[in-house]
């Protein structure tokens, strides 16, 4: 039996099943790193020894550009497949998968300063919220990267099939990327900035 | 999927997409360049917020097509931003109950 509203929308909320589901889960998210950002306001205000290593500004200014460009590609591969032209859809989910690997490379960097100057979770409040935040953040990205690359490679066979539906699962993994591009927005002047 | 169907349509949200990411690239130097301004604590947060706030608002609107979205999906972020606004200022409610000395 085949499962109804996976293209169709419901008569009753106007949305495919897919829709409510992703955004009920980033609602969720929202959830997730709202404790994390709550628990770093709090930290911050209330550590009485509070005290900010230099990050690399720089660094986190290029990722920050790197990510929104992956928004951009991300989003364009959507439109792509709405274009029905699936050549592009394939470049541009290529070239988010390769802006998301750029920006993991640039954060294993950045890590890897840190810690070499001794700079770890255990360091004090700032590093550990730091490293948490950002690391979760990164977990995120990894997840992402690898529904991008499913949806590029063996999944992108149910655009001969069924070429709506995998232009709506498309959709829901824009969504999703978008969110994390949406977390790294308020974490780069949160932890690099101020 | 969005209310826009014909190839028109999709073309001119691409030209969107494209003008949001120069707003966004924009809006990254600016926050940077704030940074740099050695403002107090008060009106430096404030500054980064609005910002991130502009930039977040671009995203959700635009890439994440919240500016066309169907009544149940902003049902469901409205609780969103209602519990996460509570989540970031119930805790700091714990200041106003701090031993002396």
């Known amino acids: ?87 592009k859809f394939r470049l541009f989910s290529a070239a988010t998968f390769l802006l998301a690997s750029t920006f993991m490379v640039i954060k294993a960097l950045e890590y890897n300063t840190e810690l070499s100057h001794h700079l770890y979770p255990s360091a004090n409040n700032f590093m550990a919220t730091y490293f948490t935040m950002t690391g979760l953040h990164g977990l995120h990205v990894l997840a992402g990267m690898v529904v991008i690359a499913y949806l590029w490679g063996p999944g992108s066979k149910m655009w001969k099939t069924e070429p709506e539906r995998f232009t709506n699962r498309v959709e829901i993994t824009g969504l999703y990327w978008h969110f994390v591009d949406l977390v790294w927005i308020f974490l780069f002047p949160a932890l690099y900035l101020l | 999927m969005t209310t826009a169907h014909s190839p028109e349509d999709i073309k001119k949200e691409t030209r969107v997409y494209i003008l949001v990411f120069i707003a966004l690239a924009t809006l990254t130097m600016i926050t940077v360049g704030i940074s740099y301004l050695d403002l107090s604590t008060g009106p430096a947060v404030t500054l980064a917020l609005f910002v ?50």
Do not use: C
Request: hydrophobic letters at 55%; aromatic letters at 14%.
């Open chain 2, 52 to 101: 991130a706030l502009i930039k977040g608002s671009l995203v959700a609107a635009f890439f994440m097509h919240l500016i066309s979205e169907r009544k149940l999906i902003y049902a469901v972020l409205v609780f969103t931003v209602f519990f996460f606004l509570a989540l970031i200022f119930l805790p700091l409610g714990s200041f106003l109950n701090q031993v002396a000395g």
């Open chain 1, 1 to 87: 039996m085949e499962i109804p509203y996976t293209v169709a929308e419901r008569p009753d909320t106007g949305l495919y099943n897919g829709k409510l589901g992703i955004w009920l889960f980033l609602a969720s998210e929202v959830m997730l790193f709202g404790g994390l950002f709550s628990s770093y306001i709090l930290l911050r205000t209330g550590d009485p020894n509070w005290f900010k290593p230099e990050l690399s500004v720089p660094m986190a200014t290029l990722n920050t550009m790197v990510l929104i460009t992956s928004s951009v590609t991300m989003v364009m591969s959507w439109a792509s497949l709405r274009l029905q032209d699936f050549k």
